[in-house]
C-alpha cells in the first residue's frame, strides 16, 4: 500500500504475502478470502431463494439443493464469517493493546494457510464428484449412507480449517495475555479485544470435540471403523452431542466479536465512554460460561428425556440475562451521548432492534416443549439467521466500513455504504421475518420443494424477493470496495476523528512494526484521554525510541499447510479400489507437513533487527511496509 | 536473545523457560494448547464410555474379558518412571548441567520407547484374537482413545530425540530451554492421560 | 434517518398486514391452528412467550428510538463532547434483575410442560380384559414413506395414520435406517426417529379429520434424511372410536380379490413384479420393504404428495425417481424382464391398485 509496496512487481507482492507473518498482511488476506467465501456462500443462498420462489421448482434437483443447502451453512459459518472477525481481531487487537504484534507470528500465518487450503479443499468438492450433502450439522446416519466423496471433502476440510482456528484462537490468547502494554491492565481493555479474548478461549475448548467428531467420522468412512455404525454397536447420537458441544460455543464464537464491533462503534460515534463497562465485560464472560453447558437445546426432540430437556432449557434462559445486560448497555452508552450517523454507526444502530428480535425468539425456543414445534421449521432458520445475519453479518459490515482506513489507509464511500446498508437492511428484514410464520405453519426446514396445496407460497416468494435487495446491498459494496482502491485517498491516523483507543493513535496504514515507541497506557480509551489532555504527540510512551526486535518471515506455514491438503486428497482416495496411488499421495503429503515441521525446528530463526537510525529515517519520511 | 550467549550455573536465570518473552508466549501457549488437549481427550473418553462392549449382536468380546492387567500395570509403572526421569532432567537443567539433562533425557526416552514397543504387542495379541480396528464399535472407539494417546508418546519421544540430537553439541541456552522444558510439560501430560487410560478403560473395564 | 424509521414502520406495517391476509396457514398443518392437547399447550407457551417478548421488545424500542432522535450530533452540536457516563450499579440491578423475573415467568410452565408432554407411564396401563386402555401405534421411518403397525390391533399400514380421535394415542418410533422426524404440525411437536433406539411419546386428536378441507392432517418429516426428504409427506385421517374400530375390524380381514378384468389383469401382474415389497394384507408386522397397500384405494394422495388420481399413479410407477429422487422402489424395468410397463400394463396396475380398499 505504500510507496515502495507499488513499485514491487506483482509476483514479489505474492510471494510477499505467501511468506508474511506480519499481523497486518494476514489480516488482509483473512479478509479477502473471507470475502471470497462469503460471496460464494451468497450465491448459494441466492441458489436457495431461486429454488424456493414458487411451489414446485424444479431449478435445482433434490441432490443438488441438499448440497448447496449444506456448503452455503457450511461456507458462511467457518469460511466467511470466522475468517473475517479473525480479519478484525488480527488487524486491530494488536493495536488495541499496543503490542508489536502477536506473540507468535510463525503460527499467525500458519493458522491463517491451514484454514485457506482447508477451505479451498472443501470446495473443490464441486468440481470433483460432489459437494457434502448431509447439512451443515452433517448427522451421522444421513452422512455415513451419503454416496461419493462429499462428506469426505467435509470432514477433511474442516479438521484442516479447525486446526488453523485452533492455532489462531491459542495465538490471540498468549498475545493478550502477555503483551499487552504497561498500563494496559484488563480492566482497561478495549471490548473488542475482551471478546476476542473470550471468543478465543471458546475456540480453545469448543474446536477440539468437532475435530475428534470429524475424525470419528473420516474413520467410520474411510478406514472401516464403526462409532456411528448403528449395526455394528455404534451410536449416530454420539455425533450430534459432540457437534453441538462444539457448535453452540461456535454461536458465540462468532456473536462476541461481532459484539466488541458494535460496542466499539457505539462508543466512538456517541463521543461517550461505554456506559457499565465493567458490566459488559462480565457479560462477556458470563455468555462465553454457559455457552458450553446448552449444548443439547439443539437436541430437545432427540429424545434426551424430560429431565435432560428441562435442565437445558433453564440453563439456556440464562444466557438472556447477560445478553440483555449488554443491550441496555449499549442503549444508555448513546442515551446522553452526541450520535454521528456514519455508515459504521448506522448498522450499529439496526443491530439493535435486529439482534432482540432474534435474541426473543431464542428464548422462545429455549422453551422445550414449545421448540418441539419449532425445532427444524423455517422458524429457526428466521431465528438463527437473525441472530447470524442481524448480529454478526451486521458487525462484519459495520466493521469493514470502520477499519478499512486502518487496514488500507483510505475511507470507504460513506454514500454507497449507506446504499448499502439500505438495500441490505430491507432486504434482510424482507427475507427472514416471514420465515417465523413459514415455520409456524409447518414448513420443515431443508426442503428443496414445497406443494401449492401447503399454502406456503406467497411468504416463500416474499422471502426470496428480500434476498435478491440483500444481494444488491452487497454489489453496491463491491463497488465501493473498487472505487475506493481507485482514487485511493490517504487518511491520518484517526480518520473519524472521535476514535477512543490506541488503534486510531497510529498511522493508517501502520507501519509494520506498529508503534515504533510502546505507548504506556494511562486509562480505559487510553487515546481519548490523551486527546482530552491536549497531548500533541497523540500519546505518551513508556520506552525510549531503540531497536526493535522483529521475526522473519516464512513460506514454512504455507508449504506445511499444502501438504495437509496433498496428504486429504490420498485420505480421501484411500478406500476406492481403482485408485492405488492414493496411499503414495498420503504419505507424500504428510512428509511435506512433517518434513517442513522439522526443517522449522531443527533451523533456528532468529529474527532481526530494526536500528533506531531506521526507525528515525522511517518517522520522517513514511516507510510503512518494510521490506 | 543472544544464542551464542554463553552461560554458567551461576549466570543462569532460576527459571529459564519464561526468562524471555519468547520463553514466556511459549510457556503460555502450550499450558493453553494442553487444556484443548484436555478437551479432546475427554471426547474420547466420553465417546469410549459410550460405546464400550458395544457390537453387532453376538459380538463375544467384552472390556472384563479382553483386557489383561498385569501387562497394562508394568506398561503403567514404565511410563509413571518416565515421567519421574524427565523431572530429574529439568532439574538438571535448571541448574545448567546440561550432560545430565541429556543423560536423564535419554533413559525418559528408552522407558518411553519400551512403554510403546509394550503397547504395540498388546494391541498386536488383540489382534491376533480377531478384536481388530473394525470388528466393532467397542474395538474402533478402545483403539482411537488408546491409540491416540500412543501417537503422543510417539510425538513426545520424537520431540525430545530431534531436541537431544540437535542441540549435543551447543548445550543450553535461553533459545533452547524453553523447548526442553515445554518438550517435559507434554512428557507430563501424557503420563497423566495414561492413568486416566489405565483406570477408566482397564481398572474399571476388567473389575466392572 | 428519520425517512429510515418511516421505511422501517412502513415495512413492519406491511409484513403485519400480509400475515393477517394470508391467515395462519392451512388447518391441516399450520401449529397456529391446534388440533389437539398437545399442540393446543405448545401454543399456548407460544402466545404466553409472544407476550412476555413483545414486551421485552416494546421497552427497548422505546428506549432506542428515544436515544436515536434525542442524541443527534445535528442536535446536539457537532463540538460537543457529552459527560462520559461511566455506569449505574443501580441500573445494571435493574435490568439484571427484570429479565429473571420474566425468565421465571416462563420457566414454571416450561418445567411442568416439559414433564406433562413426555409423561407415557399410563403407556401400559391395562384394562379388566388384558387389553392396553391406550391405542399404542409403533411407527418406522423408512427411506422415504412411513409404516404404521398397531401390535395390539395385529395389523399394519403405511402413509396413512388412522387413529382414533379424543383419546391419547401412544407412538413408540424407530427408523430403519436413516434418522427421521415425526411431525404432526397441527397435532403436536414432532420427535426424533432415531436409528439406534424407540423414542416414545403421545399424541391426542381433538377434531375428526373429516372436517377438514382435504379431509386430512399433515405430517412431516421433520429431519434431513436425503434427496426426497421434503417430500416424506404422510396424512393422518382422526375418525371417533366406533368408526376407527370399523375400520380395524375391516383392515384385519383377508382383502378381497379385484373383481373386474381389467384390475385382474393387474392383480396378477402386481403379484408377479411388485408383491416380493408390498403386502396388500392389512394383517401382519412391520419389516416391509415397501409400503403396505392394503388401504391404497383410501389414500388421500400418491407417493405422500401426488393427487390421488390414476394418471399420478401411473406415471410414479412408470418412473418412480423422477418423483421422489432416492426412493429404493425398482424401476419397472427391473421388474419386467427389462421392458418399460406398457400403457396397458399401467392402467392395469392402476384399476388394482385403486380398488384396494378397507373403507365402504
Given at each position: 500500500?505504500?510507496?515502495?509496496?507499488?513499485?514491487?512487481?506483482?509476483?514479489a507482492?505474492?510471494?510477499?504475502?505467501?511468506t508474511?507473518?506480519?499481523?497486518?498482511?494476514?489480516?488482509?488476506?483473512?479478509?479477502?478470502?473471507?470475502?471470497?467465501?462469503f460471496?460464494?456462500?451468497?450465491?448459494e443462498?441466492?441458489?436457495?431463494?431461486?429454488?424456493?420462489?414458487?411451489a414446485?421448482?424444479?431449478f435445482l434437483?433434490?441432490?443438488?439443493?441438499?448440497?448447496?443447502?449444506?456448503?452455503?451453512?457450511?461456507?458462511m459459518?467457518?469460511?466467511a464469517?470466522?475468517?473475517?472477525?479473525?480479519?478484525?481481531?488480527n488487524?486491530?487487537?494488536?493495536l488495541?493493546?499496543?503490542?508489536?504484534?502477536v506473540?507468535?507470528?510463525?503460527l499467525?500465518?500458519?493458522g491463517?494457510?491451514?484454514?485457506?487450503?482447508?477451505?479451498?479443499?472443501l470446495?473443490?468438492?464441486?468440481?470433483?464428484?460432489?459437494?457434502?450433502?448431509?447439512?451443515?450439522?452433517?448427522?451421522?446416519?444421513?452422512?455415513l449412507a451419503?454416496?461419493g466423496?462429499g462428506?469426505?471433502?467435509?470432514?477433511?476440510?474442516?479438521?484442516?480449517?479447525?486446526?488453523?482456528t485452533?492455532?489462531?484462537?491459542?495465538?490471540?490468547?498468549?498475545?493478550?495475555?502477555?503483551?499487552r502494554?504497561?498500563?494496559?491492565?484488563?480492566?482497561r481493555?478495549?471490548?473488542?479485544?475482551w471478546?476476542?479474548?473470550?471468543?478465543?478461549?471458546?475456540?480453545l475448548?469448543?474446536?477440539?470435540?468437532?475435530?475428534?467428531?470429524?475424525?470419528?467420522?473420516?474413520?467410520?468412512?474411510?478406514?472401516?471403523?464403526?462409532?456411528?455404525?448403528?449395526?455394528m454397536?455404534?451410536?449416530?447420537?454420539?455425533?450430534?452431542?459432540l457437534f453441538?458441544?462444539?457448535?453452540?460455543p461456535?454461536?458465540?464464537i462468532?456473536?462476541?466479536?461481532?459484539?466488541?464491533?458494535?460496542?466499539?462503534?457505539?462508543?466512538?460515534?456517541?463521543?461517550?465512554?461505554?456506559?457499565?463497562?465493567?458490566?459488559l465485560?462480565?457479560?462477556?464472560?458470563?455468555?462465553?460460561?454457559?455457552?458450553?453447558?446448552?449444548?443439547?437445546?439443539?437436541?430437545?426432540?432427540?429424545?434426551?428425556?424430560?429431565?435432560?430437556n428441562a435442565?437445558?432449557a433453564?440453563?439456556t434462559?440464562?444466557?438472556?440475562?447477560p445478553?440483555?445486560?449488554k443491550?441496555?448497555?449499549?442503549?444508555l452508552?448513546?442515551?446522553g451521548?452526541n450520535i454521528?450517523?456514519?455508515?459504521?454507526?448506522i448498522y450499529?444502530v439496526?443491530?439493535?432492534p435486529?439482534f432482540?428480535?432474534?435474541?426473543?425468539?431464542?428464548?422462545?425456543?429455549?422453551?422445550a416443549?414449545?421448540?418441539?414445534?419449532?425445532?427444524?421449521s423455517?422458524?429457526?432458520?428466521?431465528?438463527?439467521h437473525?441472530?447470524?445475519?442481524?448480529?454478526?453479518?451486521?458487525?462484519?459490515?459495520?466493521?469493514t466500513?470502520?477499519?478499512?482506513?486502518?487496514?488500507?489507509?483510505?475511507?470507504?464511500?460513506e454514500k454507497?455504504?449507506?446504499?448499502?446498508f439500505w438495500?441490505f437492511f430491507i432486504g434482510?428484514?424482507l427475507t427472514f421475518?416471514?420465515?417465523?410464520?413459514?415455520g409456524?405453519?409447518?414448513?420443515?426446514?431443508?426442503?428443496?420443494?414445497?406443494?401449492a396445496?401447503q399454502?406456503?407460497?406467497?411468504?416463500?416468494?416474499?422471502?426470496?424477493?428480500?434476498?435478491?435487495?440483500m444481494a444488491?446491498?452487497?454489489?453496491i459494496?463491491?463497488?465501493?470496495v473498487?472505487?475506493?482502491?481507485i482514487?485511493?485517498?490517504?487518511?491520518?491516523?484517526?480518520?473519524?476523528?472521535?476514535g477512543?483507543t490506541?488503534?486510531w493513535a497510529i498511522?493508517?496504514?501502520?507501519?509494520?512494526?506498529?508503534f515504533?515507541?510502546?505507548?504506556?497506557?494511562?486509562?480505559?480509551?487510553t487515546?481519548?484521554?490523551?486527546?482530552?489532555d491536549?497531548?500533541?504527540?497523540g500519546?505518551?510512551?513508556?520506552?525510549?525510541?531503540?531497536?526493535?526486535?522483529?521475526?522473519?518471515?516464512?513460506?514454512?506455514?504455507?508449504?506445511?499447510?499444502?501438504?495437509?491438503?496433498?496428504?486429504?486428497?490420498?485420505?480421501?482416495y484411500?478406500?476406492?479400489?481403482?485408485?492405488?496411488?492414493?496411499?503414495?499421495?498420503?504419505?507424500?503429503?504428510?512428509?511435506?507437513?512433517?518434513?517442513?515441521m522439522?526443517?522449522r525446528?531443527?533451523?533456528?530463526?532468529l529474527?532481526?533487527?530494526?536500528t533506531?537510525?531506521?526507525?528515525?529515517?522511517?518517522?520522517?519520511?513514511g516507510?510503512t511496509?518494510?521490506? | 536473545?543472544?544464542?551464542n550467549?554463553?552461560?554458567?550455573?551461576?549466570s543462569?536465570?532460576?527459571?529459564?523457560?519464561?526468562?524471555t518473552?519468547?520463553?514466556?508466549?511459549?510457556?503460555i501457549?502450550f499450558?493453553?494448547?494442553?487444556?484443548?488437549?484436555?478437551?479432546?481427550?475427554?471426547?474420547l473418553?466420553?465417546?469410549?464410555?459410550?460405546?464400550?462392549?458395544?457390537?453387532?449382536?453376538?459380538?463375544?468380546?467384552s472390556?472384563?474379558g479382553?483386557?489383561?492387567?498385569?501387562?497394562?500395570?508394568?506398561?503403567?509403572?514404565?511410563l509413571?518412571?518416565?515421567?519421574?526421569?524427565?523431572?530429574?532432567?529439568?532439574?538438571?537443567?535448571?541448574?545448567?548441567?546440561?550432560?545430565?539433562?541429556?543423560?536423564w533425557?535419554?533413559?525418559?526416552v528408552?522407558?518411553?520407547?519400551t512403554?510403546?514397543?509394550?503397547e504395540?504387542?498388546?494391541?498386536?495379541?488383540?489382534v491376533?484374537?480377531?478384536?481388530?480396528?473394525?470388528?466393532?464399535?467397542?474395538?474402533?472407539?478402545?483403539?482411537t482413545?488408546?491409540?491416540t494417546?500412543?501417537?503422543?508418546?510417539l510425538?513426545?519421544?520424537?520431540?525430545?530425540i530431534?531436541?537431544?540430537?540437535?542441540?549435543?553439541?551447543?548445550?543450553?541456552?535461553?533459545?533452547?530451554?524453553?523447548?526442553f522444558?515445554?518438550?517435559?510439560?507434554?512428557?507430563?501430560?501424557?503420563?497423566?492421560?495414561w492413568?486416566?487410560?489405565?483406570?477408566?478403560?482397564?481398572?474399571?473395564?476388567?473389575?466392572? | 434517518?428519520?425517512?429510515?424509521i418511516?421505511k422501517w414502520?412502513?415495512?413492519a406495517?406491511?409484513?403485519?398486514?400480509?400475515?393477517?391476509?394470508?391467515g395462519?396457514?392451512?388447518?391441516?398443518?399450520s401449529?397456529?391452528?391446534p388440533?389437539?392437547?398437545?399442540?393446543?399447550?405448545?401454543?399456548?407457551l407460544l402466545i404466553?412467550s409472544s407476550?412476555?417478548?413483545?414486551?421485552?421488545?416494546?421497552?427497548?424500542?422505546?428506549?432506542f428510538?428515544?436515544a436515536?432522535?434525542?442524541?443527534r450530533?445535528?442536535?446536539m452540536?457537532?463540538?460537543?463532547?457529552?459527560?462520559?457516563?461511566?455506569?449505574?450499579?443501580?441500573?445494571?440491578?435493574?435490568?439484571t434483575?427484570?429479565?429473571?423475573?420474566?425468565?421465571?415467568i416462563?420457566a414454571?410452565p416450561?418445567?411442568?410442560?416439559?414433564?406433562?408432554?413426555?409423561d407415557?407411564?399410563?403407556?401400559?396401563?391395562?384394562?379388566?380384559?388384558?387389553?392396553?386402555?391406550?391405542?399404542?401405534?409403533?411407527?418406522?421411518?423408512k427411506l422415504?414413506?412411513?409404516e404404521?403397525?398397531?401390535p395390539?390391533?395385529?395389523?399394519?399400514?403405511?402413509?396413512?395414520?388412522?387413529?382414533?380421535t379424543d383419546?391419547?394415542v401412544?407412538?413408540?418410533?424407530?427408523?430403519?435406517?436413516?434418522?427421521?422426524?415425526f411431525?404432526?404440525?397441527?397435532?403436536?411437536?414432532k420427535?426424533?426417529v432415531?436409528?439406534?433406539?424407540?423414542?416414545?411419546?403421545?399424541?391426542?386428536?381433538?377434531?375428526e379429520s373429516?372436517?377438514?378441507?382435504?379431509?386430512?392432517f399433515?405430517?412431516?418429516c421433520?429431519?434431513l434424511?436425503?434427496?426426497?426428504?421434503?417430500?416424506?409427506?404422510?396424512?393422518?385421517?382422526?375418525?371417533?372410536?366406533e368408526e376407527?374400530?370399523?375400520?380395524?375390524?375391516?383392515?384385519?380381514?383377508?382383502?378381497t380379490?379385484?373383481?373386474?378384468?381389467?384390475?385382474?389383469?393387474?392383480q396378477?401382474?402386481?403379484?408377479q413384479?411388485?408383491?416380493a415389497?408390498h403386502?396388500?394384507?392389512?394383517v401382519?408386522?412391520?419389516?416391509?420393504?415397501?409400503?403396505?397397500?392394503?388401504?391404497?384405494?383410501?389414500?388421500?394422495?400418491?407417493?405422500?404428495y401426488?393427487e390421488?388420481?390414476e394418471?399420478n399413479?401411473?406415471?410414479?410407477?412408470?418412473d418412480?425417481?423422477?418423483?421422489?429422487p432416492?426412493?429404493l422402489?425398482p424401476?419397472?424395468e427391473?421388474?419386467?424382464?427389462?421392458?418399460?410397463?406398457?400403457?396397458?400394463q399401467?392402467?392395469?396396475?392402476a384399476?388394482?391398485?385403486?380398488?384396494?380398499?378397507?373403507?365402504?
Open positions: 500500500m505504500s510507496s515502495i509496496a507499488q513499485k514491487k512487481g506483482f509476483g507482492t505474492i510471494w510477499d504475502f505467501m508474511t507473518v506480519d499481523h497486518k498482511k494476514i489480516a488482509i488476506l483473512y479478509l479477502i478470502s473471507g470475502g471470497f467465501f460471496l460464494v456462500g451468497g450465491l443462498a441466492m441458489l436457495i431463494r431461486v429454488q424456493l420462489a414458487t414446485g421448482n424444479d434437483s433434490a441432490g443438488t439443493y441438499n448440497e448447496i443447502i449444506t456448503m452455503h451453512g457450511t461456507t459459518i467457518f469460511l464469517a470466522m475468517p473475517i472477525l479473525l480479519a478484525f481481531m488487524a486491530i487487537m494488536p488495541q493493546i499496543g503490542a508489536r504484534d506473540a507468535f507470528p510463525f499467525n500465518s500458519l491463517f494457510w491451514l484454514f485457506f487450503f482447508g477451505g479451498i479443499f470446495n473443490l468438492s464441486w468440481f470433483m464428484g460432489g459437494a457434502p450433502d448431509a447439512g451443515w450439522t452433517n448427522y451421522a446416519s444421513l452422512a451419503s454416496e466423496h462428506i469426505d471433502f467435509y470432514s477433511l476440510g474442516l479438521t484442516i480449517s479447525g486446526f488453523g485452533l492455532i489462531a484462537g491459542i495465538n490471540f490468547l498468549v498475545t493478550i495475555i502477555n503483551m502494554a504497561p498500563g494496559m491492565t484488563y480492566m481493555m478495549p471490548l473488542f479485544t471478546t476476542t479474548f473470550v471468543a478465543s478461549a471458546l475456540i475448548l469448543a474446536f477440539p470435540p468437532l475435530t475428534v467428531g470429524l475424525f470419528f467420522m473420516v474413520f467410520d468412512r474411510m478406514f472401516g471403523a464403526s462409532f456411528f455404525a448403528v449395526e454397536g455404534g451410536n449416530t447420537i454420539i455425533w450430534e452431542h453441538w458441544i462444539f457448535g453452540h461456535e454461536v458465540y462468532l456473536i462476541l466479536p461481532a459484539f466488541g464491533i458494535f460496542s466499539e462503534i457505539f462508543a466512538i460515534f456517541s463521543r461517550k465512554r461505554l456506559f457499565g463497562y465493567t458490566a465485560v462480565f457479560a462477556t464472560i458470563l455468555i462465553g460460561f454457559y455457552g458450553f453447558m446448552v449444548w443439547a437445546h439443539h437436541m430437545f426432540t432427540v429424545g434426551l428425556g424430560p429431565t435432560a435442565v437445558f433453564l440453563a434462559m440464562i444466557i438472556a440475562v445478553t440483555g445486560i443491550i441496555f448497555n449499549w442503549l452508552t448513546i442515551w451521548g454521528s450517523f456514519t455508515t459504521p454507526m450499529a439496526a443491530f439493535i435486529s432482540v428480535a432474534g435474541g426473543v425468539t431464542g428464548v422462545m425456543q429455549a422453551i416443549p414449545l421448540d418441539y414445534q419449532l425445532h427444524d423455517y422458524f429457526i432458520v428466521a431465528h438463527f437473525y441472530v447470524i445475519v442481524g448480529g454478526v453479518v451486521l458487525a462484519i459490515l459495520a466493521g466500513h470502520l477499519y478499512w482506513p486502518k487496514m488500507f489507509g483510505t475511507m470507504l464511500s454507497l455504504g449507506k446504499w448499502t438495500f434482510f428484514h421475518f416471514i420465515q417465523h410464520f413459514l409456524l405453519m409447518g414448513m420443515p426446514r431443508r426442503v428443496y420443494t414445497f406443494g396445496d399454502g406456503w407460497d406467497l411468504f416463500n416468494a416474499i422471502s426470496s424477493a428480500g434476498a435478491v435487495l444488491i446491498g452487497v454489489i459494496l463491491l463497488v465501493n473498487v472505487m475506493t482502491s482514487k485511493n485517498e490517504r487518511v491520518g491516523n484517526d480518520p473519524w476523528g472521535d477512543r490506541l488503534e498511522a493508517s496504514p501502520p507501519p509494520f512494526y506498529n515504533a515507541q510502546t505507548p504506556l497506557v494511562r486509562g480505559l480509551d487515546f481519548w484521554i490523551e486527546k482530552m491536549g497531548n500533541k504527540k500519546m505518551i510512551y513508556a520506552e525510549p525510541l531503540g531497536d526493535i526486535h522483529m521475526p522473519n518471515g516464512s513460506i514454512i506455514p504455507f508449504v506445511i499447510s499444502l501438504g495437509m491438503f496433498i496428504a486429504s486428497f490420498g485420505a480421501l484411500f478406500l476406492d479400489g481403482d485408485k492405488p496411488w492414493a496411499l503414495a499421495v498420503l504419505i507424500i503429503g504428510l512428509v511435506i507437513t512433517f518434513g517442513s522439522l526443517v525446528s531443527l533451523k533456528d530463526d529474527g532481526f533487527h530494526i533506531k537510525a531506521e526507525l528515525l529515517e522511517d518517522a520522517k519520511g516507510n511496509d518494510g521490506h | 536473545m543472544d544464542i550467549q554463553r552461560y554458567t550455573p551461576q543462569w536465570p532460576e527459571h529459564p523457560e519464561t526468562a518473552m519468547e520463553g514466556k508466549n511459549k510457556f501457549g499450558w493453553l494448547l494442553l487444556a484443548a488437549e484436555t478437551v479432546t481427550f475427554a471426547s473418553f466420553a465417546t469410549y464410555l459410550a460405546l464400550k462392549d458395544k457390537g453387532p449382536s453376538g459380538m463375544e468380546f472390556a472384563a479382553l483386557f489383561e492387567l498385569p501387562l497394562v500395570f508394568a506398561m503403567t509403572m514404565i509413571l518412571t518416565s515421567s519421574l526421569t524427565s523431572v530429574y532432567a529439568m532439574y538438571h537443567m535448571k541448574n545448567h548441567n546440561f550432560k545430565a539433562m541429556q543423560a533425557l535419554g533413559i525418559t528408552l522407558l518411553g520407547a512403554f510403546l514397543g509394550l504395540i504387542y498388546e494391541f498386536n495379541h488383540y491376533h484374537l480377531g478384536f481388530g480396528y473394525t470388528n466393532s464399535a467397542f474395538s474402533s472407539a478402545f483403539y482413545l488408546v491409540g494417546h500412543g501417537a503422543h508418546v510425538f513426545g519421544l520424537s520431540w525430545f530431534a531436541l537431544m540430537l540437535r542441540n549435543a553439541k551447543r548445550g543450553l541456552n535461553m533459545y533452547n530451554a524453553p523447548k522444558y515445554l518438550a517435559s510439560l507434554y512428557w507430563h501430560f501424557i503420563d497423566v492421560v492413568v486416566f487410560i489405565f483406570t477408566v478403560v482397564y481398572l474399571m473395564g476388567v473389575i466392572g | 434517518m428519520m425517512k429510515g418511516k414502520r412502513l415495512f406495517l406491511m409484513t403485519t398486514l400480509l400475515v393477517f391476509l394470508a395462519c396457514g392451512r388447518e391441516e398443518i401449529t397456529l391452528i388440533a389437539g392437547k398437545v399442540a393446543q399447550d405448545q401454543f399456548n404466553l407476550v412476555v417478548m413483545l414486551f421485552v421488545i416494546i421497552v427497548v424500542s422505546i428506549i428510538v428515544l436515536i432522535v434525542k442524541f450530533r445535528s442536535k452540536g457537532e463540538d460537543m463532547i457529552p459527560e462520559q457516563v461511566e455506569g449505574s450499579a443501580r441500573l445494571e440491578f435493574l435490568w434483575a427484570v429479565p429473571i423475573v420474566l425468565l421465571l416462563l414454571v416450561t418445567v411442568y410442560s416439559t414433564f406433562d408432554l413426555a407415557v407411564s399410563t403407556m401400559d396401563v391395562q384394562t379388566e380384559d388384558g387389553n392396553s386402555s391406550h391405542l399404542t401405534v409403533n411407527v418406522t421411518g422415504y414413506w412411513w404404521f403397525e398397531y395390539e390391533q395385529g395389523i399394519v399400514t403405511a402413509q396413512e395414520l388412522v387413529v382414533p383419546e391419547r401412544y407412538f413408540n418410533l424407530i427408523s430403519a435406517d436413516i434418522k427421521h422426524s411431525w404432526i404440525p397441527s397435532i403436536g411437536g420427535l426424533d432415531n436409528p439406534e433406539n424407540v423414542n416414545t411419546f403421545y399424541l391426542e386428536f381433538d377434531q373429516s372436517e377438514l378441507e382435504d379431509g386430512v399433515y405430517g412431516k421433520a429431519e434424511c436425503g434427496p426426497s426428504h421434503a417430500l416424506m409427506d404422510f396424512k393422518v385421517k382422526s375418525v371417533d372410536r376407527f374400530d370399523q375400520w380395524v375390524t375391516a383392515m384385519q380381514e383377508e382383502p380379490p379385484a373383481e373386474d378384468a381389467v384390475a385382474q389383469e393387474g396378477e401382474l402386481f403379484e413384479s411388485c408383491i415389497c403386502a396388500t394384507s392389512g401382519g408386522g412391520t419389516g416391509g420393504v415397501g409400503p403396505n397397500l392394503a388401504t391404497f384405494g383410501d389414500r388421500n394422495r400418491i407417493a405422500g401426488l390421488h388420481d394418471e399413479l401411473k406415471n410414479w410407477i412408470a418412480p425417481q423422477e418423483y421422489k432416492g426412493n422402489m424401476d419397472p427391473s421388474l419386467n424382464d427389462g421392458e418399460p410397463f406398457t400403457e396397458q399401467l392402467d392395469s396396475l384399476a388394482y391398485l385403486m380398488g384396494l380398499t378397507v373403507e365402504e
